[in-house]
């Protein structure tokens, strides 16, 4: 079907997604080669190192992330507002201008790699600084592209209608920006500086994109199966509070070995479990209305008012896998009790994987079918053959390789801190213990798996809206 998007926002978002998913997949390739080298050292050796594969899978990770964020804001906000984004043509400059950037960055991660100890590195290859390693040059550039994206947030609302939904992302995209800014600078201190960095870390990505997680929710749902707009917004706001309110206090669970005082132990570990609970809310709440409407349609004879099967079974997942990953992954290791002896093991890497996959990917993903939808002109949107491997194959490998990380997390535990005391040889005599490397087997087994899901889904989204057999 031809393109049948009447606003050059939403033409500039599928831009956005196309470079996103495209990210993505470098992603899963990245993460496959780094779990290869795990396990089998001499894999690429002196060819492409692991320290480079697991810092572009790492980054990648983010800023697909990132671009399919500001790819869903500028789908929604001429829905939401009635009118065109304004400043549409220099939003596609800061398009432009960021996508050859962290082109440059890709490449120069994978070509280039290490350089001298002196600013020059700092400046042009890698700042050194575990999750946010773009060169200072890169960092200042995705800066002044963000502040320029707020500035095309804030003046779409002024001049268009302003609902529940666009106020809360005006809102949000002021933390977005203004959090990004605080890993920028350096301190002698390195906990000053773990300290600052860990606002970037946390709150810009478990506060900030949380909320938008939320506001994505909230459009998508109403558009979905038309729920109702007070009750989504009404979520969105408790979200807010609850975000910001224990996503702060929240954040000192990372605090435990920088130098803070102990309160922050009992602090970060209660707050932290209740940044889940708004979304998981507002779900349930819609899920239960608009159940019991269905009930009625039935008996009045009227069929399901689900407009897009596919995005709606993705925005679910996202309900779950964010309770789960971000929840109970994220709780049960961070309790100061327990930290100690799980700091700095799988455990970590098994609630990294379940919490960015089950909070942002699953969201993101539904967006994209609702692109999908919407650029194809499509009225009802049915789940495909496709689209059921994709999802199923995705779910089932992700989730996997959180179980096989946690099991070789318990191996590390045992052997490496309860057992021999968290010395360097119980580390290294922890990397041979058997259920660490089947664990690490069993992770590469599932990250082939979702990689196979990733091509299912790539292929869905570009054949969807073309098969007529399941579009209405």
């Known amino acids: 079907m031809a393109n049948q998007l009447k606003w050059e926002g939403q033409q500039l978002a599928t831009w956005y997604f196309t470079v996103a998913v495209v990210l993505f997949g470098a992603q899963l390739l990245m993460g496959l080669i780094a779990a290869t080298q795990f396990l089998y050292p001499s894999f690429l050796f002196e060819i492409f190192d692991f320290s480079v594969a697991r810092m572009v899978h790492i980054n990648a990770l983010v800023v697909w992330m990132v671009y399919a964020m500001v790819g869903a804001a500028y789908w929604l906000l001429p829905e939401e507002t009635g009118i065109e984004v304004v400043g549409i043509k220099l939003a596609k400059l800061g398009f432009i201008v960021l996508t050859a950037a962290v082109t440059v960055v890709v490449l120069v991660y994978i070509l280039v790699q290490i350089g001298p100890a002196d600013e020059t590195t700092i400046w042009f290859i890698n700042e050194g600084r575990e999750y946010i390693e773009a060169p200072r040059w890169a960092d200042i550039g995705i800066a002044v592209v963000l502040v320029g994206f707020l500035g095309h947030v804030f003046a779409t609302a002024i001049k268009g209608k302003r609902t529940g939904i666009v106020t809360v992302l005006m809102a949000d995209m002021i933390a977005l920006v203004g959090l990004y800014l605080c ?6 201190s ?12 946390h709150l810009w990505v478990e506060a ?12 998508g749902l109403i558009r979905i199966i038309g729920a109702n707009r007070d009750i989504v917004e009404m979520w969105l706001w408790i979200e807010v509070a609850m975000l910001f309110g ?14 803070t005082p102990e309160y922050w132990w009992e602090i970060g570990a209660l707050f932290s479990a209740l940044e889940p609970l708004p979304l ?3 779900f349930i709440h819609v899920t239960y209305d608009w159940g019991k409407e269905q009930g009625i349609a039935k008996a009045e004879g009227r069929g399901s008012a689900i407009a897009n099967t596919p995005a709606l079974a993705w925005f679910f997942t996202n309900a779950f896998g964010n309770f789960l990953g971000a929840g109970i992954w994220g709780f049960f290791h961070t309790l100061p009790q327990v930290n100690i002896y799980t700091h700095g093991t799988q455990f970590t890497s098994a609630h990294g994987h379940l919490a960015f996959f089950g909070a942002y990917a699953t969201i993101l993903i539904g967006i994209f079918y609702i692109a999908v939808q919407g650029t194809n002109g499509i009225k009802t949107l049915k789940m495909t053959t496709d689209g059921k491997w994709a999802i199923s194959l995705i779910n089932i490998g992700v989730f996997g390789m959180t179980v096989a990380l946690t099991v070789s997390g318990y191996g590390q535990v045992l052997v490496e801190r309860a057992m021999m005391g968290a010395t360097w040889e119980a580390f290294f005599v922890s990397q041979d213990a058997l259920w660490f490397v089947q664990g690490l087997g069993w992770r590469l087994v599932m990250g082939v798996v979702t990689l196979a899901g990733f091509v299912f889904l790539v292929k869905d989204l570009l054949s969807t809206g073309k098969n007529t057999m399941h579009v209405k």
């Open 190 to 201: 390195i906990s000053m500086d773990q300290f600052w960095w860990w606002w970037v870390i």
């Open 208 to 219: 900030t994109w949380e909320v938008l997680v939320g506001v994505f929710a909230a459009f």
């Open 246 to 259: 224990s996503g702060i206090l929240g954040m000192g669970h990372h605090y435990f070995w920088i130098g």
């Open 280 to 282: 998981v809310a507002m």
């Open 183 to 188: 890993g920028m600078g350096f301190t002698d």
